[in-house]
């Protein structure tokens, strides 16, 4: 018998209600169940990060994390970052600078830059290299990620100071 939990989970700022089995991912629970594609599965084993969503603002590889777990806690997927048709600047620079080819990595991509440049806008080009090696690329050589990520963050630090 399949039992399933009623939860709630924060997503993009919106409470939404779903009735989970317990060992449903967050990955499949997001596409399946509450319609948001952008979320890409690829390895289901927490390896390439095309995934990545942000957990109380902290990348979390969604195809290891049960729904059930994440009750209560913020969930933002790469819905969250355009505002309307205004893109936000890590999607922009990404498109304007060629920082992806395929496009299937990107939304992993785009929400681990999110958080990482929340946590730290003021990055070197060494500590973005390091953060962006943990989610995987066939196709573009993350160079153009790099410097994407990069001038997404001049942008960011632009737009705090006002």
């Given at each position: 018998m399949n039992q399933k939990l009623d939860i709630k989970l924060n997503v993009n700022g919106k409470s939404c209600a779903v009735s989970v089995e317990p060992r449903r991912n967050l990955a499949d629970t997001l596409r399946d169940d509450l319609g948001l594609t952008g979320t890409h599965v690829g390895c289901e084993h927490g390896v390439c990060g095309a995934c990545t969503v942000l957990v109380d603002n902290r990348p979390v590889r969604s195809c290891l994390a049960f729904a059930c777990q994440l009750e209560d806690r913020k969930i933002e997927t790469v819905e969250s970052l355009a505002d309307g048709d205004?893109?936000?600047?890590l999607q922009?620079?990404?498109w304007e600078l060629h920082g992806l080819q395929c496009g299937f990595c990107?939304?992993?991509m785009l929400m681990l830059a999110a958080g990482a440049l929340r946590e730290n806008p003021?990055?070197?080009d060494e500590e973005i290299r390091e953060i962006m090696s943990s989610n995987l690329c066939r196709c573009t050589g993350y160079q153009n990620i790099l410097k994407a990520v990069r001038a997404a963050a001049d942008v960011l630090r632009q737009e705090a100071r006002g």
């Open positions: 205004t893109l936000h600047p922009q620079k990404f990107t939304p992993g003021d990055m070197d």
